[in-house]
């Protein structure tokens, strides 16, 4: 157990819905990253949060969006959603954002647009 | 702009052989190494990483990797595998100190055959 939590495991929607994922981090983590892992694409990064503030951003669209909030939790945010966006989405925190720091991945939310 | 190539996408090995998983990578500029493991229905978990220093890195579970920047490869090794090493190996470049923001292979499938 990484002891980053991702709620939930598995969301099924249509398309043109909008759903939202959840990351904790563990605990003291402040650095937050979502990554999309799809069979056409691989692992791609999408977004990081450290302490509340977009630090550095991926490839992500612009109909996904995330935040950080205070309690350093992080959502990320898909809006008109397409069959394409169908993927494995994982988020990792770090305790911090340079090179002393490993990233944990939690176990991912599996998103399934029909 | 880096790039990662992982020249096999599956490995089969028989339990106790030596395995060695290969990856490239192109870039412009001085970049950070690292590999991952992903064990089904989990998330990642770092391996090694090649900040500096030493370019033979040990990680955990036995694997060790040398960074050859001549060549620009970043190959793993295991002197001898355990049917539990069967897993799905990713590695990862980047360019900054952080971890997080990494540009992924597309992985390799190792599995251990008894």
């Known amino acids: 157990d990484s002891g980053v939590t991702q709620t939930p495991k598995h969301l099924i929607t249509a398309t043109g819905q909008r759903v939202t994922l959840r990351c904790s981090p563990r605990?003291?983590?402040?650095?937050v990253y979502w990554y999309q892992q799809s069979l056409d694409q691989g692992l791609q990064f999408l977004i990081q949060?450290?302490?509340?503030?977009?630090?550095a951003k991926g490839n992500i669209l612009e109909r996904f969006s995330a935040q950080q909030f205070p309690d350093l939790h992080s959502e990320l945010n898909l809006s008109s959603l397409e069959l394409g966006d169908s993927a494995l989405y994982f988020c990792?925190?770090?305790?911090?954002?340079?090179?002393?720091?490993?990233?944990?991945f939690g176990q991912g939310t599996r998103l399934t647009v029909v | 702009a880096q790039s990662v190539t992982q020249l096999d996408s599956q490995v089969p090995v028989f339990e106790e052989a030596p395995v060695e998983l290969r990856c490239n990578y192109s870039s412009s500029v001085s970049v950070y190494l690292f590999w991952y493991v992903q064990y089904p229905n989990q998330g990642l978990q770092l391996l090694l990483k090649y900040l500096s220093g030493s370019t033979l890195v040990k990680g955990i579970n036995g694997f060790e990797a040398e960074f050859n920047k001549s060549q620009t490869s970043f190959h793993l090794r295991k002197p001898s595998v355990h049917i539990s090493d069967t897993a799905e190996y990713f590695c990862?470049?980047?360019?900054?100190?952080?971890?997080?923001?990494?540009?992924f292979g597309d992985g390799t499938t190792l599995t251990v055959k008894p």
């Open positions: 605990s003291g983590d402040l650095s």
């Open positions: 949060y450290y302490n509340g503030e977009e630090r």
């Open positions: 990862a470049v980047s360019r900054y100190t952080n971890a997080g923001k990494s540009t």
């Open positions: 990792a925190s770090s305790v911090g954002r340079g090179m002393n720091t490993e990233a944990f």
